[in-house]
């Protein structure tokens, strides 16, 4: 049912992919399938990064806020998630003001052998006491190539060529 993307090692094989210190069971799962609600705007910013993962087109529409949701359709999105490799999540702080509440992320992804990063800061609006995705800033961010020989970035403690090259 969910198509996981990456091989983890062993012992983080049911690690949630938004790395969090619990399984995506606990974690991202639930929030999903609607089982639970994203008590947080980080939270809905990590089940978003979750249901990428696994290509869950559907709950990412659903996640964005009301006056976003026309200019997206779950074909854009599936091709989006299709084409990036997400590897690893990074949430640099999360913070509101008497509007809205923020997270700065990084998400780590693979374009071939290169390690990019999505770096961005999201806003999230509560609509109906449901957090939703507004819209984010993004920030410049380096690509880095990786030697076959390199650790994965992944954080799997392997080589490249051993894990994602
Ligand atoms: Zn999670
Ligand atoms: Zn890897």
């Known amino acids: 049912m969910y198509n996981r993307q990456y091989d983890f090692i062993s012992n983080k094989a049911t690690m949630c992919y938004c790395n969090n210190l619990s399984t995506f069971d606990e974690c991202c799962k639930p ?5 639970r609600q994203a008590s947080s705007a980080e ?3 990590r089940s978003r990064f979750s249901a990428y ?10 996640t964005y806020a009301s006056s976003q949701r026309a ?27 008497s509007e809205y509440d ?11 052998d290169k390690h990019c990063q999505l770096h961005e800061q999201s806003r999230f609006i509560l609509e109906n006491e449901k957090w939703k ?25 392997k080589k490249f060529k051993k894990c994602h090259g």
Do not use: W
Request: aromatic share 12%; glycine share 6%.
């Open 31 to 35: 929030v999903i399938t609607g089982l």
């Open 102 to 112: 923020y997270v700065e992320f990084k998400a780590h992804y693979l374009a071939g």
């Open 71 to 97: 200019m997206h359709t779950t074909s854009d999105i599936l091709q989006f998630a299709n084409e990036v490799n997400f590897i690893k999540l990074d949430i640099i702080h999360a913070y509101s003001d």
């Open 133 to 157: 995705y507004l819209d984010g800033d993004l920030f410049e961010s380096p690509e880095v190539k990786i030697g076959r020989n390199d650790i994965c970035p992944c954080n799997s403690g």
């Open 53 to 62: 993962c696994t290509k869950d087109a559907e709950y990412i529409l659903n």
């Open 43 to 45: 939270q809905l910013m």
